[in-house]
């Protein structure tokens, strides 16, 4: 054989000519079928060792009906907060003997119909984590789609489990925190524009901000350097606070205000979102509201895995974040 040609791939024709069965009893055998005869099956699963054969796990699953894989579609798989969805739901998969298929749509909400239609194609069963598509493109979708799971979102009129946060109840708790150390001029640094979430957030915050302070909303995004771009113009707008979309964003923000000599909270006050790990190392550590990320996870997993059993999944679970106070907020100096 020459260097550059590569030794043919056994096939399961291969083991059923060494076998002396036909290619379907060799199927059968290596699918763990009981219909086939225990002198027939010593056969072929000796041939199978002899030519080296290894059966395709995607096609033992099909075979079965069952993949062993589920998937999850983030927006932005940087984002810590996803990660730690992403390891809540593999780590309650696995028990199950599940493995986790991960799909970034790139904070692209028109290619997500398609990736997630495509993604389903390929597993037992799907999490969409705070997709960005619109309603009506989900409620189209999702037949094509079940059994799923719906993290960080609620569609009215959509039958099927979902997992969500109360972010408005965290906005409010974040206005009472600003409101009773002072301060009278609040800027907000907005999140992704298709994003649920951050629609919530700037509704409630605009409600709550009532009578209260001055809101200034600056366009800005959801990473680092979101954060760090904007944070010259937020302080622009006279604010003596700001509430960022995120803690990524809020972090950004915190490293220009570090290298540009502001202090804070002596300056400014910045509180972020997620309470993502970063926001304890950051310095001064980050005020921001707790959001409880891994059992978003967990909790979506006992949904898909219950539909995954033809069982009920549990009822719709939505939890209030808290607001972690820490080092980033201060009372108004004259």
Known sequence: MRAFERPQAVTIRD?????????ATVSRVMNRRNSVDPELTRRVQQAAASLGYQPSAIAQGLARGRTGLIAIMVPDLGNPMFQSVLRGISRAAVVEDYRVLVTDSHEMPLEEPLLAR????????LVLCAP???????SELAPKLEPFVLVNRRIAGLATSTVSVDYGAGVRAVVAHLTALGHKHVAYLSGPMASVSNQERLSTLHEAARGRFELD???CGSMHEDGYEVADRALATGATA???YNDLVAIGALGKFQQTGVAVPGKVSVVGFDDIPFARYSMPMLTTVAVPQEELGREAWQRLSAMLRHEEPPADVCFTPRLEVRGTTAPLRP
């Open 15 to 23: 083991v059923a000519r060494v076998a002396q069965v036909s290619p």
């Open 118 to 125: 495509e993604t389903r194609l390929r597993v037992d069963g």
């Open 132 to 138: 960005r598509a619109h309603d009506h493109e989900l």
């Open 217 to 219: 909303v600056l366009e």
């Open 242 to 244: 700001i509430i960022a």
